[in-house]
Nanobody, 124 residues
């Protein structure tokens, strides 16, 4: 079993930065593929970034490529999302998700465990 818990959301001005953290309980973290998704009001939950269990492989949505960086620290059972040059369109609830086996995918149904989400609001 894996249980993610997100933190680090908040209110920031456009052009600013935030770093989201996801603390994960459970012995399976080290072998899990991890991902960040987000959901804006009235929209579907969408993939943002993913990272393989050995951190050698990352994948980003086109909308955040070059601005966001996903990383993980298996010794601390944590995954991070550094968000730079934030835009109002980045406003959403951000979710951390774990996939116990398999490669990074952008399909939310492939992920087994989800956190409760953390709100990110970017003002113009």
């Amino acid at each position: 079993q894996v249980q993610p818990v997100e933190s680090g959301g908040g209110l920031v001005q456009a052009g600013g930065s935030l770093r989201l953290s996801c603390a994960v309980s459970g012995r399976s973290f080290g072998s899990s593929t991890m991902a960040w998704f987000r959901q804006a009001p009235g929209k579907e939950r969408e993939f943002v970034a993913g990272i393989s269990w050995i951190s050698a492989i990352t994948y980003y949505a086109d909308s955040v490529k070059g601005r966001f960086t996903v990383s993980r620290d298996n010794a601390k059972n944590s995954v991070y999302l550094q968000m730079n040059r934030l835009k109002p369109d980045d406003t959403a609830v951000y979710y951390c998700a774990a996939r116990l086996s398999g490669v990074i995918t952008t399909n939310r149904d492939d992920y087994n465990y989800w956190g409760q989400g953390t709100q990110v609001t970017v003002s113009s």
